[in-house]
């Protein structure tokens, strides 16, 4: 179940006249339970973010960043069950597929990557980094991951940080200011969970 906030406003914060009374905001309620075939749409902003535990781990997912810098990430996940990492090099695999690859585009609608897990995976023991791989980001360079599970209302969602103002293509991963590791769990909240 989705926690979502119901917003409180004062009259006089609604009409600038002082009142004793509270008026509730009203706020349309966004698609909670998005379909597989509805591509990125998961990243889009008015999609409720689920605050709760993810309570069916093994489904069908999708895994997207996005971020508002003028810079080119690169996504790259592996799942035990077949270690190719897909990533913008290796765009298929046997548990999915590299959907989205956009580059150097500081607009929030294209500003973005996605993988697509086209068989039930186990989002828990997902392996995923992310490489600043070009660009600059002299305020840091900061995005945002989203998982989607079918059959669950909303997504997950966790900022990510990577250390370095310029972006790099470098091989490697562990120690490099240039990448970042994902933790699966934190992202879907199973650490609460004690998994």
Same mark, same amino acid.
């Given at each position: ?28 309620? *966004?698609? @909670?339970?998005? &379909? $597989?075939?509805?591509?990125?749409? !998961?990243?889009?902003? #008015?999609?409720? =973010? ?55 585009? *500081?607009? @929030?609608?294209? &500003? $973005?990557?996605?993988?697509?897990? !086209?068989?039930?995976? #186990?989002?828990? =023991? ?70």
């Amino acid at each position: 179940m989705i926690r979502i906030e119901h917003q409180q406003a004062s009259a006089e914060t609604l009409t600038g006249q002082e009142s004793d009374q509270s008026v509730a905001v009203s706020t349309e309620q *966004p698609q @909670a339970t998005l &379909a $597989y075939d509805q591509g990125g749409r !998961f990243l889009e902003q #008015d999609i409720p =973010v689920n605050a709760g535990i993810a309570e069916r781990l093994v489904a069908r997912a999708k895994v997207g960043t996005r971020w508002a810098c003028d810079c080119d990430f690169d996504l790259h996940i592996s799942h035990p069950d077949d270690d190719t990492r897909l990533n913008y090099e290796q765009t298929v695999n046997t548990m999915g597929r590299f959907s989205k690859d956009w580059r150097n585009s *500081p607009d @929030a609608v294209r &500003a $973005y990557l996605i993988i697509v897990f !086209f068989k039930a995976i #186990d989002g828990l =023991v997902l392996d995923i980094w992310i490489n600043f791989f070009s660009g600059e980001a002299p305020n840091g360079a900061k995005g945002t991951i989203r998982i989607w599970i079918e059959g669950q209302d909303g997504v997950w969602e966790a900022p990510f940080e990577i250390p370095s103002n310029t972006g790099r293509a470098v091989p490697y991963r562990d120690g490099s200011p240039y990448w970042v590791k994902i933790d699966p769990r934190s992202v879907l909240n199973a650490l609460r969970a004690g998994n």
